[in-house]
C-alpha cells in the first residue's frame, strides 16, 4: 500500500492523546468526597485487572479511531505495478533549447547550462526522441530528431553532448518569443507519425527579462506539451551594461559628445561605477566619468567624444564600463559621424538674391546639419551641363526652362533612377515636361483661380507625405495657393496624384519613368505663387523629398546590433571582422549578414574603408529573470520547474499514484472504519459509564 | 427504637420528594400536618393542660393559683396544679459541619437534620412550647435563646439553612456552653452524624442529664455510610479535614462496619446510661416516622418521669 500524501501520516502522533487524556482521566476520577475517614483504614493502591481491561480497550478503541482517520487522510492507494510500468517507460518528444546568447556569458551559467543538458540527456530511454537547439537571436539545429534517430542509442547522449560542448555562448541577443515557438512547432510537426502524449520542451536559458517573450502572445501554445524551466543562476545576480543612447538617429551623436547609458540590474550589489575611452582592455585612457547607478536604475552619461582619428586610421577607442563583474556588456562601440555632403542640382532662371524667386527660399530652407552639408548647384536650364554634374546631384529640381540638351540629359537620369522635381514657375517653363516624360506634347495653361485654393486628398501613404500622416500635422489647409497650372493628366495615365487643389486639380504628382521618378509640382513655393515656402510644411517636405529621392541613402552610419546585417557601399569586397580574421564578400552584396561580434567592422573595397560600430543588444543587459510564472501569462503549461528529467518522471509516478488514488478511493472505507470505531467507542463508553453510575448510586 | 427501612410507609412522605420544598417552614408544615392528618385519634391529645394534684397553700405561693371552689366548699387553701407541658423550653443542638453534607442519593444530612430540627420546632410551636437553637460545628456557629414568640420561628428557620461548613465536628464544646447557657431545666435535641470521636462526650451529658435537662438524640445517618456500598478503589476524601485516603472498600468494608457499629453502639450505650433515648435515622426515611417516635418516647418517658418521682412535680 502506497500513500499520496503521506505527510500526514504524522498526524499518527495524535496517537499520544487518548494515552494522555486516559491518564488524566484516571487521576481525576478517584477523588470521592466521603463524610469521614473515622473507620477507613488504607489499603496499597493497587489497579485491579478488570478496571485496566476496560479502559485499554477504550483506549485501543480511540487510538484506532484515530490511526485509521490518519490513514485515511494520508490517501492510500494499491499500486498496481502492470498500469504503473510502461508509463514510466512512455517514450517523450523532448526538444532541448539551449540558451548561447550574450548574457550567458555571466560566471556560472553556461557551465550548469551544460551539466543540465547532460543530465536531461542522460536521464532518456533509448525510445525517446530528442533534439537540441541552441538559440540566441536565431536558432541552430546542433541535434534534429533526424540524427537522433539516426544515431544507435547508447551514442546518442554522446553525439548531443560532443555538439553542446564545442558551443560557447556568443554575443547575440535573445529572442526567446521566437524560439519557443520555433521548438513548438518542431516539436508537434510530426505528430502523426507516432502518438506519443508526452511532449516536453527543456529550456536551459537564464530567462532574462530582456528576452522579447512577446511573441508568444500572439501564439497558441499547444496543449499537452510542456515546458521544463530548470532554473539557472548566475554566481552573482548583479550586472551593468553600458549602451549607446539611440534614441533618434540625428540627435544621437553631436560633434562633441556621445550619450551613454548605464544600466544596473535590480539585484545588483554595486553602484558605483566608471565610464570612459579605453583602448584595450579597461585601462581608460584620458579622463573617465564616475557614475552611481543604484540598483535596477540607469543613468546616461555625456562622454566627450575622442578628437578624431586621422582618415584611415582604424578606430580603436570604445566606451568601456569599469567595475562591473560581468565584462560582456561593459564594451560600447561608437565612430564618430564624419559629415556627408549631399548635391542638389536646381535649374531655373532665377536671379541672385532675389527674394521673390524659389531659389531664395530653396538656399534658406537646405540648411547644413552636424551630419550632412547640402551643397545646392544652382544654374540656369539654359547653360550647358554634363552627365556627371547630374550624377552627382541627389536631387534635381527644375524651376525654369530647359534646353533641349539639358532636358534630353535629366531624361536619361530619371530613367537612371534619379528623381526630379519639376515645379515650373509659369506655364511657359512646363515646355520640357513633355521631354522629361517622353510624351509627344504635354502643354501646361495658368488655372483660373477664384481667389485662392487650397492643397486638399493630400495622400499620406505615399512616403512623401507620410511624415505628415500624424493628424497634429496633417492639415494644409493654412496654404493659399494663388496661382498653378493644369496640364492634362489624361496624357499620362501612369501619373500618381499626391495632392490635389480644392478644385479637384492635381498639385502633386509623381510620374515613374525607368527606375527614376519626375515629381510634378504645379505650383511654386515662392510666394507670388503660393505660401508654401512659408509654412511650416515646406522644409520637412523638402527633407522628405530628399530622403525619397534616395539622396541621403547610406550616409548616416547606422549603429548596428549584433545579428544585424551591415548595409555595404556597392564595390566591398571583403569585410574585416573585429577579432581580425577576414570574409570575402560576394560581387554586388549590398549587405553583410555575418555580425556574430561586437566590435568594428571593416568593409574595404569601393574606395576609402567603411567603418561600422556593431553592438551587443541593449536587451542583453537586462539580465535580472523574469519570475517564474511568466510562462504561464501566456498560457504554457510549465512543469516543476526545481528539477528536469527526475523530476518529471518522479511527476508522471505522483500522477499516475493520483490517478489510481482516485480510481480506488481507499480513503472511504478508511473514514468508514472510523466512524464505525467510533460509534463502537461512544456504545463502550456509554455502557461504561451507566455501568459505573448504578453501583454509586446504590452504594 | 430506629423505624425500620423496610416500613411500608407508603403515607408518609418520601425525603427525597419532601427535599423539593425549597422553603424548610412550609417543609416542617408539610411533614407536621402530614402527621396530624395521619394520627386521627391521638393519645396524646390536649396532654399539655393535664391536672396532676391539689396541694395545701404555703405562704409565699401565687394567690392565682389557690382553688377558691375548694376554698369556698373546705375553707382551706389549696393549689390546684398543672403539669408544666406548656411551658417546655426545648432546645435544638444541630451539627452542621462540613461531614453533615454528605449525601449518596440526593439528600444531604446536613439537609436531613435542618428538615428535622425544623419540623421539631414548628410541632413544639403549634403546641406553645418555647424552641431554642444551638447549631455548631467545630465551634457554636449560632445561639437562639427558647422562646415563644411570633417570628422566632422565623430566626430558626433562617439559622437552619445555613449551609454546613467547618473542619471539625466538636459535640462538648456546644453541650458545655448549652450548660452554662441553659439553666432552667428543658429537653434538649441533639441532631448530629456522631461521626467524631467521642471522649468527653459522657461527662458533658452526665452534665446535662444532672441539670435535669431531658436528652434526645437524633443521629443522622447516610445510607452509603453504613453499608459501604462502594466496589471501585478510590481516593477517599474527607469532607472536613480534605485528608485523602487510598481505599479499596471491598477489602475494608467488613473492618469499616465493625468499626462503625460499635461508635454507634458507643452512642447509644451512652444515651441508655444517662436516661437519653437514642434515635438512628438515615436520610431515606420519612421524616414523620421520627416525629412519631419523637412523641412515643415522650409519652413513656412522662409516664416513667411521673412513677419516678410520684407525682410530686
Known sequence: MNFLTPAFLFGALALALPVVLHLIRRRTRERLPFSSLLFLSPTPPRLTKRSRLEDLLLLLLRCLALALLTFGFARPFLKNPSVAEPVSGQPRRLVVLVDRSASMQRAGLWSAALAQAADILGHTTPGDQVAVLAFDHEVNRLVSFEDWQAAPPGDRAALARGKLEALKPGWGATQLGTTLIAAAEMVTEAEVQQATPLRQIVLLSDVQEGGRLEKLQAYDWPKNLQLLVPPLKAKSPGNAGVQIVAEAADTSLTNSAVRVRVSNAPEATQEQFQVGWAEAGDTFVGPASDVYVPPGQSRVVALPLPPPAAPGVPPTRRVQLRGDDEPFDNVAYVIPPEPTTLRVLYLGADAAGDARQPLFFLRRALPDSPRQRVTLDARTGQAALSAGDVAAAGLVLVTGALSAPTAGLLREAALAGKTILFAPVNAAAGAPLATLLGVAALPLREATVKNYAMLAELDFEHPLFAPFADPRFSDFTKIHVWKHRVLDWASVPSARVLARFDSGSPALAEVPVGRGRVIILTTGWQPEDSQLALSTKFVPLLLSLLDYAGATAGLAPAQPLVGEPLAL?????????????????????????????????????????????????????????????????YGIGTANPLAAAPASALRKTQLQAAESESRQKLWRWFLLATLLVLLIETALAGWTARRALPTEATA | ??????????????????????????????????????????????????????????????????????????????????????????????????????????????????????????????????????????????????????????????????????????????????????????????????????????????????????????????????????????????????????????AVRTSYIQKLEAHCQAVRDLCQKLGAHCHRLTTDQPLELALFDFLRERTQRRHVARARNGGSR
Open chain 1, 569 to 633: 557601399r556597392a564595390g566591398g569586397q571583403q569585410v574585416m571582422l573585429p577579432d581580425g580574421t577576414s570574409v570575402a564578400l560576394a560581387a554586388g552584396a549590398t549587405n553583410f549578414t555575418g555580425t556574430t561580434q561586437p566590435g568594428f567592422y571593416r568593409v574595404e573595397g569601393g574606395g576609402a574603408p567603411q567603418w561600422f560600430a556593431v553592438n551587443l543588444d541593449p536587451n542583453e543587459s537586462r539580465t535580472a529573470p523574469w519570475s517564474a510564472d511568466v510562462f504561464e501569462t
Open chain 2, 1 to 250: 427504637m430506629t423505624a425500620s427501612t423496610t416500613n411500608p410507609a407508603t403515607k408518609f412522605i418520601d425525603p427525597k420528594a419532601l427535599m423539593n420544598i425549597r422553603n424548610l417552614e412550609l417543609r416542617a408544615r408539610a411533614v407536621v400536618e402530614g402527621f396530624w392528618s395521619g394520627i386521627h385519634r391521638s393519645p396524646y391529645h390536649g396532654f399539655s393542660v393535664e391536672f396532676t394534684e391539689y396541694r395545701q397553700y404555703t405562704p409565699g405561693d401565687d394567690p392565682r393559683y389557690v382553688d377558691w371552689r375548694v376554698f369556698g366548699r373546705s375553707d382551706r387553701f389549696y393549689i390546684k396544679k398543672f403539669e408544666d407541658e406548656t411551658n417546655l423550653r426545648c432546645h435544638l443542638i444541630v451539627d452542621q459541619s462540613r461531614s453533615m453534607d454528605f449525601a449518596s442519593a440526593g439528600v444531604t444530612k446536613a439537609q436531613y437534620a435542618a428538615t428535622l430540627s425544623a419540623t421539631l420546632a414548628w410541632f413544639l410551636h403549634q403546641q406553645g412550647d418555647a424552641i431554642g437553637l444551638l447549631s455548631f460545628d467545630a465551634g457554636v456557629r449560632e445561639y437562639l435563646p427558647a422562646r415563644h414568640r411570633p417570628g422566632h420561628l422565623r430566626h430558626l428557620m433562617l439559622a437552619l439553612e445555613q449551609p454546613a461548613g467547618g473542619t471539625a465536628t466538636d459535640l462538648v464544646t456546644p453541650l458545655r456552653r448549652v450548660a452554662e447557657i441553659v439553666r432552667k431545666r428543658g429537653l434538649l435535641v441533639l441532631v448530629s452524624d456522631f461521626l467524631t470521636p467521642l471522649e468527653n462526650l459522657d461527662r458533658c451529658l452526665t452534665t446535662l442529664a444532672a441539670a435535669g435537662h431531658e436528652l434526645t438524640v437524633f443521629q443522622v445517618l447516610d445510607p452509603a455510610e453504613l453499608n459501604f456500598g462502594f466496589d471501585q478503589p478510590t481516593l477517599f476524601e474527607d469532607l472536613e479535614s480534605g485528608r485523602t485516603l487510598f481505599v479499596d472498600p471491598q
